[in-house]
């Protein structure tokens, strides 16, 4: 069996496939939060400044725009590890398997 005949049973799987579609709309959707994210704390910067540059406290020189960045990154690597642990417990599983079945066969 050639390595390309390999890839086209595999690719051709139902199973894989299903993986690869499920794996797509996930990778997206986390996109999509993530942009919805950074969008919106552009769209503030651009059109109501004060309100991320109202300082935490009364006493503080500290703004709402430093932990709001921060909470940006923290959700960034957040999304990441999320997509990662999917990755690497649910979908690589499954195409483990399906590679392990149309190679015996």
């Known amino acids: 069996m050639t390595q390309q005949t390999l890839t086209q049973r595999i690719m051709a799987n139902p199973q894989y496939q299903s993986v690869v579609r499920e794996r797509s709309r996930f990778g997206w959707a986390l996109t999509v939060l993530l942009c919805i994210a950074y969008y919106g704390f552009t769209l503030i910067i651009a059109f109501d400044k004060p309100l991320l540059a109202t300082p935490i406290s009364g006493g503080m020189v500290t703004s709402w725009g430093i932990p709001v960045g921060f909470g940006l990154i923290f959700l960034s ?9 999917r990755s690497n417990h649910k979908f690589d599983a499954v195409i483990a398997g399906v590679l392990a079945k149309e190679v015996k066969s």
């Not at 690597?77 to 642990?85: K, Q």
Request: proline fraction near 0%; aromatic fraction near 12%.
């Open 77 to 85: 690597v957040v999304m990441t590890g999320i997509y990662v642990r």
